[in-house]
């Protein structure tokens, strides 16, 4: 299952457009062709799950990275941050010194493979054996292919002039844990979500999912670990969001022939290893009930 998952992986790297015939319920008289944009961030798409049990493959480079001075990221995730340092400057009057210092986004196969090995090879000059010093490592570094950051989504920042968990209790870091869903991004190891993520507090760790799935995450306490089996408990799920929009979300194996007449901005995209959509779009009604297949 993991081999087959990991093959997806590297096999999927296109972006993805579906065009979907929508027929009217109405009278079937119309037809009318609607694009679904799947946000697919190279194959990734914004709620692609890497973590050691779901590592990315070698050969996985995003092909939507842009510069944002010494770092490389994800397009989507530049405009974002540049709006949430914005708001965070806007709003320093009531969160103390602000100043993020961005550490880091974008990290190749490569370079987490020459980490991994220097942190391998500073245990072994402590003495340590090979599998030992791997082992070692594997706590502190994560194994090639399954940090985040490989897929261009994720950011390192932090106020203190360190990555540490000392960020957290300062105005930035409690400003960041309390804003970051507005644009997009979760702190994607929280403190009370150790268990599930098995990764230690981190946090200095942005990762970006997008609206609304960033502010249902905040609302709803989830890790993105969590967020599919609360979907699928949940479906349709339907968020009010802070514009006051009736947004509905819904997990499925399978895009629908037929969108629901009202519905406005829908778009799917990739959930974990590829293999689901969870689909979002606006509803002018609250009230109506729409399955998926
Ligand atoms: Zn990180």
Redesign the pocket.
């Known amino acids: 299952m993991r081999k087959a998952s990991y093959l997806y992986n590297c096999m999927i790297r296109y972006a993805y457009t579906i065009r979907v015939a929508c027929l009217t319920a109405a009278a079937l008289i119309f037809c009318v062709l609607t694009t679904v944009q799947v946000h697919a961030n190279d194959g990734a798409g914004l709620l692609w799950l890497v973590n050691t049990d779901h590592p990315l493959c070698e050969g996985f480079e995003p092909r939507t990275l842009v510069d944002v001075g010494n770092h490389r990221m994800d397009g989507k995730v530049a405009d974002a941050y540049e709006k949430l340092t914005a708001a965070m400057q806007a709003e320093k009057a009531e969160a103390g010194d602000q100043t993020l210092y961005l550490y880091?986004a974008y990290r190749s196969y490569g370079r987490q493979k020459d980490l991994f090995a220097e942190r391998i090879r500073h245990y072994i000059t402590q003495g340590y054996s090979r599998k030992e010093a791997r082992e070692r490592a594997a706590q502190s570094v994560q194994p090639p292919g399954a940090s985040e950051?490989q897929t261009g989504l994720?950011l390192?920042v932090s106020s203190t002039g360190a990555l540490n968990q000392a960020f957290g209790e300062t105005p930035a870091g409690e400003w960041l844990a309390a804003n970051a869903h507005r644009f997009g991004f979760i702190i994607r190891y929280p403190q009370s979500k150790t268990h599930t993520t098995n990764i230690i507090y981190?946090p200095?760790?942005l990762r970006y999912v997008g609206t609304p799935h960033a502010e249902i995450m905040h609302a709803r306490d989830l890790a993105l670990e969590e967020y599919a089996d609360f979907l699928a408990a949940h479906t349709p799920f339907i968020f009010q969001n802070a514009a006051g929009e009736f947004q509905s979300v819904t997990i499925c194996d399978k895009l629908p022939d037929e969108w629901p007449p009202d519905a406005i901005n829908i778009s799917a995209t990739h959930y974990g290893q590829g293999a689901r959509y969870i689909v979002t779009y606006t509803i002018t009604t609250h009230t109506q009930i729409f399955t998926f297949p």
Do not use: L, R, T
């Open positions: 880091s950051h994720a390192d981190e200095w760790h």
